[in-house]
């Protein structure tokens, strides 16, 4: 293993673990607030309401601006421009400050409209719930878009462990919110706390900002050829985020009008989903963006592609027994996440189905982390915006298709289907730009491990069929651990030569 991909796993090693805390914050905030909203109209308001903030952040300062800033504020970092990057992140955070307050003021103005154009399903009384709390959340972005600049400053300087904590602490606002003042104010709480935890979220990484001697300048200019770079770079990738939310927005639309609870169980379906690939592919693909960003700046083409290689076949290995888990365990797992106060056994049933569509796409959601940031290390934000857009054509017209005969359930394999078309023409037109992805080597490791998610998925299936009846806790966790012996010991007998390494990694993390 050379260094630089020694770096990855090390910084992956730091980053999957913040991910791990802040995944089981994220847990913990879903069972608060299904506890007590399970899947009512409270509830799919509240999810609904998230969507707008949650587009201005993403577009504007999520990962538009990561994907443009990261690269750029480096390329200062490796000419030993320190006070040249120092005047660009000053000039960012505050044209930042000015395009999110203005942009949440306007969303803020024209929420009604916004929340119909959502969910034109739902009522009266519960499109005014959603502006209520769409307003309220409307604070997040603003915060949000200076300590994700700050994310990014950090992690240019392999510094993740701060960054990586953020998300739990904003996890922490939600839940103490969720707690305590959803008894009282309803689903008011919730975003109260959201606002709160945007706040924790920026506090805590204030002290990396002041270790690594950050000069903040009050600049403000859109000539400064750094500012007119990280402009440049995040148009494309604006526009191929906006796609991608677009995708959520349809999905919202579409699941209003099934009813009251479709798009609450749609949410946690998602989240459920969404745990291990940001454990395992968010955590591996933030660590290895700067260092591939810092090879590209380097001119170290063949160094960029054997981390590349490296880091997408380690995480199909962890991810294809990942999906086969979720995928057999949808029932105990979502049973005991979100079962109990109003989450009753019908939430349940309707939870588990969507997750059964949602789950095997996993491996596709996450190669397509890793890739995507390898098109940025590039400086190729169009690209991925290209595909993107196809992608949510894709996307649009499988849930068109499916949502008649299958309904929440088709929205969640429309997507699932629309990932593997993304990741496989991501994957098509990086290889040229990189010189292979390993070809026959990639290849021969993918097959095993698939036959070790068959064998292991074998192995809890059988388990779930002839053992006696049990707690869903009981029979959830012995699976997982026969699950996970079962893969690691096929792994090692069929010779895949990252195995070792990966299994290690894991435990290095358990």
Partial sequence: MNSSNRQIVRSAGVVMAAFVVSRLFGVLRDMVIAAQLGTSNAADAYRTAFLIPDLIFTLIAGGALASAFIPTFTSYLANDD??????LASAVINLLLVAMGIVALLASIFAPALAFALAPGYAPDKQALTVSLMRVMLICPVV???SGLIMGILNAQQDFLLPGLAPSAYNLGIILGAWLLIPSLGPMGAAMGAVAGALL???????GLVRCKMHYSPVLSLRDPGVRRVLWLMGPRVFGLAVVQLNFIVESNL????????????NYAWRVMLLPQGVFAQSVATAAFPTFADQTARGQKQAMREALVATLRAIVLVTLPAAAGLLLLRVPVVKVLFERGRFQNSSTEAVALALMFYAPGLVAHSGIEILTRA???LHDTRTPVYIG????????????ALIGPMQIAGLAMANSLAAYIELVLLMGFIRPRVGGLGGARTGSALGKAALAALVMSAAVWAFLEFAPRSSAILRGGISIVIGAVVYAVTLLLVGVEEGKAVIRMVLRRA
Avoid at 82 to 87: K, L, N, P, Y
Avoid at 201 to 207: D, E, G, M
Wanted: net charge positive.
């Fill in 82 to 87: 320190r006070e040249g990057a120092w005047r």
């Fill in 144 to 146: 949000f878009g200076v």
């Fill in 201 to 207: 979220h920026l506090l805590v990484q204030v002290p």
């Fill in 255 to 266: 699941a209003s009008r099934l009813g009251t609870g479709a798009v609450a169980a749609l």
């Fill in 375 to 377: 098109f940025y290390a």
């Fill in 389 to 400: 857009v196809g992608a949510m054509l894709a996307n649009l017209a499988f849930s068109l």
